[in-house]
């Protein structure tokens, strides 16, 4: 037995090197751990967060789409008002009158002039002329059509003057124009402000999609480093158990053929207190590091 002693006695430092490492290895997993799950957390914050805003702006855009279909259809009755009021002015306008005489000859319309064209004619013509376009007959002949567009635009612009039904006509349908481009516009408006909400909330969930990768990466990491660290703390209970027998059989040893030191009433109730936890340690029972230290001490 006296030779087995040194044996035991190394065997011990090496199963109490490995009991150590075991512990700063189980306690340093137990820390990444919790690292990782402290990023995890920020991470699933954020995307609860974002999520939030999503919502937020998917309200903001269905509400912009309401909008946009109540401006369409404000701007469809606006456009109808537009029509209406030009088709007053043509029932109205003498060249309309002129068409109904005609009764709309070899089956086609011919188009009459009206102010607004007559201008148009005009101011090209007159930048034909200062283009040098028209030189020698043909400036003359150009210069007489002038003439007679100019004579026919204020004989028009005369007999509208003096139609009082048709000035009002003109003045309704531009009230009915400017009533159309304020209902665009804010159709325009509408549909600009869903556009936003809707591309926002793309970007979102895009990086929504970013934050829950990382938070599972997280997640992933946690489980690992929880499965190492119940390993490494797996292998520290089987060296404390290894140690506890080493110990016990030296003891053992040392106390044969001597007074127990219960008769005395010195050392035993630290050995008692290293059996106790031993005891709890053998049926499963969870350990205080303290306690665990204890043991590892051995008593």
Not at 13 to 28: F, M, P, Q, W, Y
Not at 219 to 240: F, G, M, P
Request: glycine fraction near 6%; proline fraction near 1%.
């Amino acid at each position: 037995m006296e030779q087995i002693l040194p044996k035991l006695e190394d065997l011990r430092k090496i199963v109490d090197k490995k009991a150590t490492t075991s512990r700063e290895n189980r306690d340093g997993l137990n820390e990444k751990m919790r690292e990782f799950i402290g990023t995890r957390n920020t991470y699933n914050s954020q995307v609860r967060e974002l999520i939030s805003e999503v919502q937020r702006q998917k309200v903001i855009r269905d509400e912009a789409n309401a909008a946009v279909r109540t401006a369409k259809a404000e701007r469809a009755e606006k456009n109808q008002l537009v029509r209406d009021a030009k088709q007053a002015i043509r029932e109205m306008s003498p060249e309309s009158h002129q068409e109904q005489g005609r009764g709309g000859r070899r089956g086609r319309r011919e188009k009459e002039d009206t102010p607004a064209s007559l201008r148009r004619k005009i101011q090209i013509l007159e930048n034909e002329f200062e283009m040098g376009i028209h030189v020698g007959k043909n400036e003359d002949k150009a210069m007489n059509r002038l003439k007679r567009m100019k004579r026919k635009l204020r004989d028009m612009s005369e007999k509208e003057d003096s139609n009082v039904e048709l000035k009002d006509a003109r003045a309704s349908l531009q009230v009915a124009i400017d009533a159309q481009e304020a209902a665009h516009q804010e159709v325009t408006v509408a549909a600009e402000s869903a556009q936003e909400a809707h591309d926002l909330m793309l970007k979102l969930s895009e990086e929504v999609d970013r934050l829950r990768e990382q938070a599972d990466g997280s997640q992933a990491e946690v489980r690992r480093a929880k499965r190492e660290a119940d390993q490494a703390h797996q292998s520290y209970i089987v060296s404390l158990r290894c140690l506890h027998s080493i110990l016990d059989i030296v003891r053992a040893h040392n106390n044969r053929g001597k007074v127990t030191e219960s008769k005395s009433g010195t050392g035993a109730p630290a050995r008692v207190e290293v059996q106790d936890l031993m005891s709890k340690l053998m049926s499963g029972e969870t350990l205080s590091t303290e306690e665990l230290m204890a043991l590892q001490r051995g008593g």
